[in-house]
């Protein structure tokens, strides 16, 4: 069974850094695409950034320049840097896993087969 572990949130001041990381368990990170999410609330899940097999990046406009995401299959770990971060950052983030996603659907949540159980971040100002 495959398991998503997220971790690295927190409370921070406006302009601070977060590094938030997502654990696969039960299968291979290699096998799958992988993406971030985030959710406010009273808010629909919001897509963040994705890195696909091959390592190509997706961010969404809203964090392009301050986001990175990225991957290390070894240790079946996928990571998201967050620098610059604002009060409307604050959500929970949730790391995600698809295994048949295709370019023109990488931003919506049904692309991806597993979810991990989110982790908060709150932005202070």
């Known amino acids: 069974q495959v398991q998503l572990v997220e971790s690295g949130g927190g409370l921070v001041q406006v302009g601070d850094s977060l590094r938030l990381s997502c654990v696969v368990s039960?299968?291979?990170?290699?096998?799958?695409?992988m993406a971030w999410f985030r959710q406010a609330p009273g808010k629909e899940r919001e897509f963040v950034s994705a890195i696909r097999r091959s390592a190509h990046t997706y961010p969404a406009d809203s964090v392009k320049g301050r986001f990175t995401i990225s991957r290390d299959n070894a240790k079946n770990t996928v990571f998201l840097q967050m620098d610059s971060l604002r009060p409307d950052d604050t959500a929970v983030y949730y790391c995600?896993?698809?295994?048949?996603?295709?370019?023109?659907?990488?931003?919506?949540?049904?692309?991806?087969?597993?979810w991990g159980q989110g982790t908060q971040v709150t932005v202070s100002s």
């Open positions: 039960g299968s291979t990170l290699r096998q799958y695409d």
């Open positions: 995600a896993a698809g295994s048949r996603t295709i370019l023109s659907t990488i931003g919506r949540p049904t692309a991806y087969d597993y």
